[in-house]
Nanobody, 125 residues
Framework: QVQLVESGGGSVQAGGSLRLSCAAS????????MGWFRQAPGKKREFVSF????????DYADSVKGRFTISRDNAKKTVYLQMNSLKPEDTAVYYC??????????????????WGQGTQVTVSS
């Protein structure tokens, strides 16, 4: 079992940047693929990004491709989401999640075992 805690959210103007962090504890971090999801008020949770156990494979939602970068540091048991060129439509609560091997699909929230509490990102224009 693993516990996840997100941090780094805040309020920025359009075009700005934020770096989200997700710190893991209580498990073997390198045994989990990781994902970022977000949920805006009145909308369903949506996939943002994925990174494999070693960091060699990444994927992004089309809406953030080219602007966001996911990375992980297994020694620090932390996954990051660097968000550049932020837009108002990026405003949401951002969640990190851990995925066990063989569980569902990585682009669906149903494919993850553990979730953090979320961190608010607000982008104004």
């Amino acid at each position: 079992q693993v516990q996840l805690v997100e941090s780094g959210g805040g309020s920025v103007q359009a075009g700005g940047s934020l770096r989200l962090s997700c710190a893991a504890s209580g498990g073997t971090f390198s045994s989990y693929a990781m994902g970022w999801f977000r949920q805006a008020p009145g909308k369903k949770r949506e996939f943002v990004s994925f990174i494999s156990m070693s960091g060699g494979i990444t994927d992004y939602a089309d809406s953030v491709k080219g602007r966001f970068t996911i990375s992980r540091d297994n020694a620090k048991k932390t996954v990051y989401l660097q968000m550049n060129s932020l837009k108002p439509e990026d405003t949401a609560v951002y969640y990190c999640a851990a995925r066990s091997s063989g569980r569902g699909t990585y682009f669906s929230f149903l494919g993850y075992d553990y979730w953090g509490q979320g961190t608010q990102v607000t982008v104004s224009s």
